[in-house]
């Protein structure tokens, strides 16, 4: 019965939309960060293996289009034929790969 009960609870508050998404802070620490860094500086001992940039720094934001972003959290990361990010399109909706994109943006550093 309990089950049951915690079961419809669930789906009520699912079609409430009561139950949210993570924000892009919440999932850049919790599957960019561990190459890119929590800063986006790509310092991290995977992101300095992968070749990850430095989003904090201007010139290399200043160097990529948000359509570049959007594609490469959609469609992953190859380089020299070797995959170094997998795509999130099974992880993250829509909504969220764009909002991931704008928060890379308030990495960087003046």
């Not at 699912?14 to 620490?29: F, I, Y």
């Not at 293996?49 to 934001?61: E, F, H, I, L």
Request: hydrophobic share 40%; with cysteine; aromatic share 4%.
């Amino acid at each position: 019965m309990k089950k049951t009960t915690l079961l419809i609870a669930g789906m009520l508050a699912l079609s409430m939309g009561m139950l949210q998404a993570a924000d892009a802070k919440t999932n850049w620490a919790a599957k960019c960060a561990g190459c890119h860094g929590k800063e986006g500086k790509g310092d991290t001992k995977l992101g300095i293996k992968m070749g990850a940039r430095d989003y904090s720094d201007p010139k290399v934001q200043d160097s990529i289009k948000d359509e570049a972003i959007i594609k490469a959290l959609k469609e992953g990361v190859k380089k020299d034929g070797k995959q170094i990010m997998k795509a999130y399109t099974d992880t993250f909706t829509e909504n969220e790969i764009k909002e991931l994109a704008a928060f890379m943006r308030t990495l960087k550093k003046k």
